[in-house]
Each structure stands twice: as structure tokens, then as C-alpha cells.
């Protein structure tokens, strides 16, 4: 099982990024795929997730901003983020089958 995370970058305060998630080696949908965030001298968090019946979830601080979605068909798995605020900075990682990608930073300047 491997994971390609790839999509971030300096984006401006209010501005949006999508996050994708390539799965390869097993299907997206056989289980959750998590994605999580790690700020500068900050712990690794939880950001948000889809199971693999579909049902998503994610954290207060992003509820409404930001959304998962999955293609099966590309086994790809992405994080719509809107509104980005300064306080979302980090490197992105997503999680599928208890393997990791490598992490895409995503800045956002205020």
C-alpha cells in the first residue's frame, strides 16, 4: 500500500487549496482514509475523514470550510479547503490502511 499526498502550496488568507490523496496497492474505499495535519512546533492533528461507507467527519476548526470526498474510480481521496486561515499552516498527510504519505505543506499568508 502506498500514498501520494500532493497538492499544497502558498495560498492567501480566504483562498482555497484541494488536497488529493493517491492510494495505491489496495482500494480507497476498503477503509477510512484520515487526513491529518502537523503545524510548526505543533503535534500531528486530525483534520477530518471518510469512512469507507462514505460517511465523512472533521474537526470544529475546519467544519464548513473544509470537506472530504473520494473517486473510486481514480482510488484518490481529496480535501477540499476553503477559506483558509493563517492558523491552517502546516504539512498535510493522509492515512489509509495504517500507511502514511509524505506530507504536501500548505502555507497560507495573512
Known amino acids: 500500500v502506498q500514498l501520494q499526498a500532493f497538492g499544497g502550496g502558498l495560498v492567501q488568507a480566504g483562498g482555497s487549496r484541494r488536497l488529493s490523496c493517491v492510494v495505491s496497492g489496495v482500494s480507497v474505499a476498503v477503509n477510512a482514509v484520515t487526513w491529518f495535519r502537523q503545524a510548526p512546533g505543533k503535534q500531528r492533528e486530525m483534520v477530518a475523514y471518510?469512512?469507507?461507507?462514505?460517511?465523512?467527519h472533521s474537526i470544529d476548526s475546519v467544519k464548513g470550510r473544509f470537506s472530504v470526498s473520494r473517486d473510486s474510480a481514480k482510488n484518490t481521496v481529496y480535501l477540499q479547503m476553503d477559506n483558509l486561515q493563517p492558523e491552517d499552516t502546516g504539512v498535510y498527510y493522509c492515512?489509509?490502511?495504517?500507511?502514511w504519505g509524505q506530507g504536501t505543506l500548505v502555507t497560507v499568508s495573512s
Open positions: 471518510i469512512l469507507s461507507g462514505g460517511t465523512t
Open positions: 492515512n489509509h490502511c495504517s500507511r
